[in-house]
């Protein structure tokens, strides 16, 4: 997700840059009212025309947070004023009114008064229409900054006639539809576009200012072929047209553009080679083509100026070129998932900070230049057919956090130079041949999450120093040829959450285990011996345990019984004996070649005659249940229907309301009594008819207030059903997923309690208990700050909502998880919201994948730009960033830095962590200060790099609950 960094950079969220001339101007011109203000000089006034202009936009604006109590305008928040040609008076230039939930476009008539306006910025409202609203106008003859993005706009781009000195235009993350033909004509100065994340269709607008640099049209239904044409644009610097429909190949003419910088053609359907005069633009720094159709080889020289370069998910075929991976500036190469061949370059640059190249069919040997990449953190060498011995040389890649040579041909012992890689998170050898004893010198891997040695010839006994890791999460030794016993010490490892150690020689007793483990227990196909240790009751968070084919005996503890989270317990083949615990229905149990052990719903001295007889018994018994459950139901039923507490067209009639929707269909999720009676949803298509009910607009959604026949409130989301991504394909489908939602039962989550489809647009009832959202506690300008007590109960409570969402039999995933999609019921009481969205989103009916949707800027995991797929891991790394704003009351993304990596940065060092902590909290006291440290390094290893080695969602919660 990181193709907007570029055009990012002087805005902060909303992919929207401003000129640098302007920007300076502006800046250096606020620093001057300053200044003044703090030698005790009073700044200019406004001339007096322009002060009652400004006076009619703040009671435009209304009680949306703005800040207009100061006399003078000019020193308003995100206004910006400069001297006018009299020097005597200012004007205002700047006008900034970004995320105020504004509506009311009657403010457009203040605007166009102000003629000496040059940046006017309205992102992030609720703007729906801008016909009319620009003609006459005098403000657009001098505006050279326009930017609407994250608003409701929809229908056909129009023409933006009378902008003749625009330079910046954002309209990105509307609902524009339609094609783009000569609209752009009319601004013969225009500089930057952003057209992303709306609809539209057709081909390139080619009709654009010769003086364009900036160009993104990333995230539409854009088709046909990239133009030749597009290359007469000679001061293209950024040039984003991913995740559309392009097809065809790809004209090779980059000579013709000598100033780009940025080039991102990724997620479309671009068939032929890779343009090789790539090579020959020496501006060039990024090139980004994954997830096309690319065929042929890797230009020989395309790294020769850029850093990044990424062409994973092509099919890219032939030898990688031996200068691609040696240019001293490169820094992050991803070619996997290609069908490359031959050997990996010797020449490797030291500043080479991450390399993938797996998922291709590359041979040979791990060069032993590896250690010649000094700087690199992640290399991804698995799924190749790479052999012989594992290089010592990668011992001098002293920074590496990710280490995946899995699924090679790799032979031998793993060289003892590993263990000098202290700052290790991942390490997977799994699928190979290697062979010996595993390295004691392991123990030495201090940061070590997870350790996968699986389907290898390991030999030998498991080294003690393993089970002293601090951080192992994930260990995974099956299919080897380990004997001895299962050491001790492995209950010290309390971190622990995954261990498999099947398909080995193993002897010995079952030792304690750590409480922690709540993935998977598999200790199957071993020899080991004596009973189960009842104390395998305590693991109430794991979900399967497996001990077959061992040499067990004795009976089943009953104290397995309490493992509320287990899915699935296979004792097969062992020799256990008595009677089979009565676990929960949802348990799958396996207990075949026990030939003592019986079933303990099923008593051993039952005659055939007496099962047969109880057998009838039970089917009358059912029958007669049944039939009384089914008159009850019909009963229920009639009833419900009487009551009209569903509602659809036949019952309702025509609609006799101007501007509300007709309701097609209506369903209660919950059957409380209290909610089916309050709940009419013809008031809840009322209510979001009118905008003033809105009190809450996320990404995705719209809320609004609504208040019932009988006086109570809820809350109505507005799904937009005529977006394209939320087609489920039938409204089956999207009834049965809210039916699976609305059985959760958690009060950190928001679970919909009715749900009411229009012509148009699907609604989502809540019960209303929202107050504000934490980004909106934590970031709205308050005078008040938020005390630690309350940071941390949000914090342990959004943890409790995602832990018990991703424990579910099918995990429920989150697709924005932010501080703006977290409600609070109170100060300390958090409720996540939007969980209903991965469900019904359909993602193939998207303009790219889930990737282009998925998440909010400063909360996306890295791993989308390769993956393009939600995960658990992914849920984690947001909520890491939720961290991190509550400990240091930063926004995710400031200054252009995103608050994770800014994190990263000081952490390094223990006496930099210090910087990260809010100190308006963290000097209250010096328990606080504690326990803010410890939440910090949960936090610190939610947003690690690598997806692999983020803690689950159980552990973090652990440690959370734990943190002093």
Not at 102 to 114: G, H, M, R, V, Y
Request: proline share 5%; net charge neutral.
């Amino acid at each position: 997700m990181g193709d907007g960094k570029r055009y990012c950079s002087c805005s902060s969220t909303h992919g929207f840059s401003v000129p640098l001339p302007l920007f300076s101007f502006f800046t250096l011109f606020c620093l001057h009212l300053s200044i003044a203000a703090a030698a005790g000089n009073p700044p200019l006034p406004l001339n007096n025309t322009q002060e009652s202009i400004m006076r009619d936009l703040s009671r435009s604006v209304g009680s949306a947070g703005w800040n207009t109590t100061v006399s003078n305008p000019c020193l308003w928040r995100g206004i910006g004023c400069s001297p006018s040609n009299s020097s005597s008076f200012l004007v205002v230039t700047k006008v900034d009114l970004s995320g105020y939930s504004i509506s009311n476009s009657t403010l457009f008539a203040s605007l166009c008064s102000l003629d000496t306006l040059h940046s006017l910025d309205l992102s992030n409202n609720y703007f729906a229409n801008l016909t009319g609203h620009f003609s006459p106008c005098p403000m657009t003859a001098g505006l050279r900054v326009l930017n609407f993005s994250s608003n409701r706009l929809s229908g056909r781009l129009g023409h933006l006639s009378g902008f003749s000195r625009l330079e910046v235009l954002d309209l990105s993350f509307n609902s524009f539809l339609g094609t783009v033909t000569t609209q752009l004509s009319v601004m013969p100065r225009l500089r930057s576009l952003n057209l992303s994340s709306n609809y539209l269709v057709g081909a390139v607008p080619l009709r654009m200012a010769s003086s364009m640099e900036e160009l993104v049209l990333s995230r539409n239904s854009f088709s046909d072929s990239i133009p030749s044409s597009l290359f007469s644009y000679s001061d293209l610097t950024l040039l984003d047209l991913s995740q559309n429909s392009f097809t065809g190949d790809v004209v090779d003419e980059f000579r013709k553009l000598p100033k780009l910088r940025t080039l991102i053609l990724s997620g479309n359907n671009l068939t032929g080679a890779i343009p090789a005069s790539l090579s020959n633009v020496m501006t060039l720094t990024r090139f980004a083509a994954n997830q096309n159709n690319f065929t042929g080889s890797v230009p020989s020289g395309i790294t020769k100026h850029v850093k990044m370069l990424d062409l994973s998910y092509n099919g890219l075929s032939g030898e990688i070129p031996s200068d691609l991976l040696g240019p001293a500036g490169l820094e992050t190469v991803d070619l996997s998932s290609n069908y490359l061949q031959g050997p990996i370059p010797r020449n490797l640059s030291s500043h080479l900070y991450r390399l993938r190249l797996g998922d291709n069919k590359l041979n040979g040997t791990i060069p032993d230049t590896i250690g010649d990449a000094l700087a690199l953190a992640y290399l991804e060498l698995d799924n190749n057919h790479l052999m012989g011995n594992i290089s010592s040389q990668l011992g001098r890649c002293r920074n590496l956090s990710l280490l995946n040579l899995a699924s090679n041909h790799f032979q031998g012992q793993v060289p003892d130079a590993i263990s000098n890689l202290d700052k290790l998170v991942v390490l997977k050898l799994q699928m190979n041949n290697l062979r010996g004893s595993i390295p004691s010198t392991f123990s030495d891997l201090t940061n070590l999450n997870t350790l996968n040695l699986s389907l290898n010839s390991f030999t030998g006994e498991i080294p003690m120093g393993i089970f002293n890791l601090p951080k192992l999460s994930n260990l995974n030794f099956q299919g080897n040829k380990i004997s001895g016993a299962i050491p001790v010490s492995v209950s010290s490892l309390q971190s622990l959450i995954e261990l498999n150690l099947a398909d080995n020689s193993l002897t010995g007793t079952i030792p304690t285990m750590p409480t922690s483990l709540s993935a998977v227990l598999n200790l199957s196909h071993n020899h080991l011996s004596g009973s189960i240790p009842s104390n395998v009751g305590v693991l109430k968070d794991l979900e399967i345990l497996d001990l077959s084919y061992n040499n067990l005996s004795g009976p089943v503890p009953s104290s397995l019984e309490g493992l509320q989270s287990l899915t699935k317990l296979v004792l097969s083949y062992n020799h256990l004996s008595g009677s089979l615990p009565a676990f929960r229905s949802s348990v799958t149990v396996d207990s075949t070649g026990n030939p003592d052990l019986t079933n303990g719903k099923e008593s051993s001295n039952d005659s055939p005659t007496s099962r047969k007889t109880r057998t009838h018994t039970v089917v009358i018994i059912v029958a007669i249940v049944s039939s009384l459950v089914g008159l009850c139901l019909l009963a229920a039923i009639v009833m419900f229907a009487l009551s009209k507490r569903i509602y659809r067209v036949e019952d309702e009639g025509p609609s006799t309301e101007v501007g509300v929707c007709q309701v097609i269909d209506g369903h209660f999720i919950t059957m409380s009594s209290v909610h089916t009676s309050g709940i009419d949803f013809r008031y809840a298509v009322k209510a979001v008819s009118n905008p003033n009910n809105i009190f809450l607009k996320t990404r995705f959604c719209t809320y609004y207030k609504a208040m019932m026949p009988n006086g109570s409130i809820y809350s109505v989301k507005k799904l937009d059903w005529s977006d394209k991504i939320f087609h489920v394909g039938s409204q089956e489908k999207f009834g049965h997923e809210l039916e699976v939602l609305g059985k959760l039962s958690n009060s950190s989550v928001m679970v919909p309690l009715a749900y009411v489809l229009t012509e148009d647009n699907a609604y989502l009832l809540y019960e209303h208990v929202y107050k504000s959202t934490v980004f909106d506690l934590l970031h709205d300008g308050r005078s008040h700050v938020l005390d630690w007590t309350s940071r941390y109960s949000i914090a342990l409570g959004v943890a409790q909502g995602l832990t018990f969402l991703h424990g579910r039999t099918q995990p429920v995933l989150l697709l924005d998880l932010s501080t703006r999609t977290i409600h609070l019921k109170s100060t300390n009481e958090p409720q996540i919201g939007d969980i209903e969205l991965y469900k019904i989103i359909d993602p193939s009916k998207s303009s790219g994948s889930l990737s282009t949707i998925a998440g909010t800027v400063g909360y996306i995991p890295p791993e989308y730009a390769y993956t393009m797929r939600l995960t658990m891991a992914g849920n984690v790394y947001s909520f890491g960033v939720i961290l991190l704003e509550l400990l240091t009351g930063k926004p995710s993304v400031s200054d252009g830095m995103e608050l994770a990596k800014w994190a990263l940065s000081l952490s390094a060092r223990p006496e930099q962590r210090e910087q990260v902590l809010d100190t308006r909290v963290s000097r209250t006291s010096v328990g606080v200060h504690s326990q803010m440290l410890s939440v910090l390094n949960i936090a610190l290893s939610c947003v690690t790099f690598s997806p692999d080695a983020r803690p689950k969602m159980r552990n973090v919660l652990r440690l959370l609950a734990n943190a002093k």
